[in-house]
């Protein structure tokens, strides 16, 4: 029965409001429990149908809402719809770059404006993006710029309807972003960087996008800040560093780029012509050279005065303004004599204070004390031997040698051995280097003269200086050769020491000969026992006489006689060693063809103690060594006899033990015999 009402109430249909009630309260009594809710449960579903009710009429009226709009869309079609979904985005809150407009688009930030378009083409909707200068170092006067890295889907340019720029343009501090198909995602990416910034520094730039097709979208106030670090461009740094200078006489020499000695007569001087002209270069951080700021000159010790102008009119504009000038960077620098002498030393300084450079010119007066010193002590009759014989130096009053001298004065003691009675040698010029005068003798005949050099024109001259004599030999040549003499310049060396070899040529009397080439030796020249170290040793084995393995032709000039020299490295190990060698055709027949020898040793700095107790060690060890080799003999004797020892008790026991065998077997017979008397006794 409970069966089947169950089954009847599942099958009730309710037609009609009239019904619920009825419909509610069928209940069977067993169930209850089960389906009959709480008063407090009811309430609560009770207020949420009420409230789901309330929704449910929101809904319908703001369905109906859009629906009106649509359709007054519909009826109404607008020019231009505002741009959905604007958003700016960076790809580093942080840049750098280089001052001048460079930057590198490795570091630079890039921002990407984008948008959902939904204006029909081709009037679509537009979006923009502006760069702002939030904060910048001091003295700075340009504005960041936006240059256009790609797009998609849209164009960009630099007002709201503007023409499409190019990738890569530089728009500016605005940049306008139009999309070019309806109802797509479009954007753009832009490199952000100060516009050739010429102070370094951070750089605060906010940008903002915004809606640009006049809707009613509010701006984006909040956009994306980058800080743009700017550093120096080495490459256009007016900061100088370094410089190059170059001090010259005349504007020509400047052409040269080679430094001068430059000496100037001390006479006070307030205009052209300078006696020195100083060309600086100076160059920034990367060794670029830069006219961005000027330089200091300053004399810092000696006499002068500095002036300034343009190189082109140096000499037609320059004048003397005082003994430290700031110089423009286009300038060169000129330098004055102020009647004062001594060497001058300018010093070049950049704006910073940094020296750049150091020059120098040496200011003179008259010459009033001269030194002469003799550089070929034997000349020849022949003129080129004579050459550059003398070497002259003058000096004004302040101890400043003088280098305006032209013409010089020769006188001799002996005029038929020199040449020389107050004769002009007008050839005479200043060598810079050496800071003096060559002069040149002219030899007549062998013998010997006191010359005396000057800048007097005669005995009875009240002007110029002479200074001290000097003695000049005249010697004589190839047909005066009588031997040769043959010299080390020590008696023993350093294993690997440096050596020199001195080969002289000699007349009869034994004076060295004139300059000239001599054959002092048979074929072979001279003959080393052994070979030298290295490989840097002079070859000995010419039969002339050599300086330094060239041969000393006649008049070599400077400082060249007769006399050679050759180096070699002895030996890297120890000993005595000789020398050889046979002479040449010699004035005197007895001296020619004749074989000598020249010994040197080569020893260590300690003078052979070292080897000596090294010596002794190894006889220390040789003897201790026949004393191990004695021990060992007599242990191998003792042990020969102990093993003879061992083999007689051998020998010996074997003996004893046969003849005990031997007894043995006598007692045995013995007493079998015994036994058998026995037997027979009591039988």
């Known amino acids: 029965m409970k069966d089947h009402l169950n089954r009847f109430l599942r099958r009730v249909r309710i037609h009609g409001g009239e019904f619920d009630t009825s419909a509610r309260a069928m209940y069977r009594a067993e169930h209850r429990d089960v389906f009959q809710a709480e008063s407090r449960i009811d309430r609560e579903s009770t207020i949420e149908r009420k409230q789901m009710s309330t929704k449910t009429t929101f809904k319908r009226i703001a369905l109906v809402t859009v629906a009106a709009m649509g359709l007054s869309f519909v009826a109404v079609a607008p020019s231009s719809a505002d741009p959905s979904a604007i958003t700016l985005t960076a790809s580093s809150t942080t840049g750098t770059q280089l001052t001048a407009g460079t930057f590198d688009t490795a570091t630079a930030a890039t921002v990407t404006l984008s948008f959902l378009n939904g204006g029909p083409v081709p009037v679509s909707d537009t979006a923009s993006v502006t760069a702002f200068l939030i904060s910048a170092p001091a003295g700075n006067t340009v ?51 100060m516009n ?37 461009n080495a490459a256009t740094d007016f900061v100088a560093t370094t410089a190059t200078s170059l001090i010259f006489a005349t504007v020509a020499d400047s052409l040269t780029a080679v430094d001068k000695v430059i000496t100037a007569v001390k006479t006070a001087q307030t205009a052209i012509p300078a006696a020195a002209i100083i060309k600086v270069t100076q160059k920034n951080a990367a060794g670029v050279t830069t006219v961005g700021e000027s330089f200091t000159a300053t004399i810092i010790s000696g006499p002068g005065i500095l002036g300034q102008g343009l190189l082109t009119n140096v000499m037609g504009t320059a ?5 430290s000038l700031s110089v423009n960077a286009a300038n060169v620098l000129t330098v004055f ?14 704006k910073a204070g940094v020296i750049l450079a150091t020059e120098e010119i040496t200011f003179f007066g008259d010459a009033t004390a001269g030194t002469t010193t003799v550089v070929n002590a034997v000349i020849g009759t022949a ?38 009675a107050y004769t002009p040698q007008t050839t005479v010029v200043y060598d810079a280097t050496d800071k003096g005068y060559y002069v040149t003798l002219t030899g007549l005949k062998a013998g ?62 034994g004076l060295v000969l004139a300059p000239d080439t001599y054959t002092v030796f048979a074929t072979g020249g001279i003959v080393a026992p052994v070979a030298f170290a290295g490989s840097a040793s002079n070859t000995i084995t010419g039969t002339t006489a050599q300086d330094g393995g060239v041969v000393a032709p006649a008049g070599a000039g400077t400082g060249a006689d007769s006399v050679a020299t050759y180096k070699v490295y002895m030996p890297s190990y120890q000993g005595t060693f000789v020398f050889k060698y046979t002479t040449g055709t010699m004035a005197t027949p007895a001296k020619s063809a004749v074989a000598r020898t020249i010994s040197v040793s080569v020893g260590s700095s300690d003078g052979g103690a070292a080897a000596a107790a090294a010596e002794e060690a190894t006889a220390a060890a040789n003897d201790a060594t026949d004393a191990a080799l004695s021990a060992a003999e007599a242990a191998e004797a003792a042990t020969a006899i102990a093993q003879e020892a061992v083999d007689a008790v051998a020998e010996l026991s074997a003996s004893v033990t046969k003849l005990i065998s031997a007894l043995r077997a006598q007692i045995t017979t013995l007493t079998n015999l015994v036994v058998k008397i026995q037997k027979k006794v009591k039988a």
């Open 143 to 193: 504005l960041p710029t936006l240059q256009l890295v790609e797009t998609s889907s849209a164009t960009a340019s630099v007002t709201v309807a503007g023409t499409a720029e190019p990738i890569g343009k530089e728009l500016g501090q605005v940049a306008f972003l139009t999309g070019t198909a309806a109802t797509s995602f479009v954007s753009a990416k832009f490199r952000v960087y």
């Open 196 to 232: 050739q910034p010429t102070k370094v520094g951070a750089y605060v730039v906010k940008l903002i996008p915004a809606n640009a097709g006049g809707g009613g979208l509010a701006a984006d106030t909040t956009g994306v800040t980058i800080t743009i670090t700017v550093t120096q």
């Open 319 to 323: 004048s003397a303004s005082g003994r």
């Open 337 to 350: 004599g102020d009647g004062s002498s001594g060497v001058s030393k300018i010093q070049i300084s950049s």
């Open 383 to 420: 003129a080129a031997t004579g050459t550059d014989a003398l070497f002259v130096v003058l000096k004004d009053a302040a101890g400043t040698n003088v280098s305006n001298v032209t013409t010089m004065y020769v006188t001799s003691s002996a005029p038929t051995v020199i040449l020389g």
């Open 448 to 509: 010997t003269a006191n010359i005396t050099v000057g800048t007097k024109a005669s005995a009875a001259a009240t002007t110029g200086i002479e200074a001290a004599a000097v003695s000049v030999r005249v010697g004589g040549g190839a047909t005066a050769l009588d031997d040769v003499k043959v010299a080390f310049d020590k008696t023993s060396y350093l294993p690997g020491e440096l050596a020199i070899i001195t080969v002289t040529p000699v007349d009869v009397a």
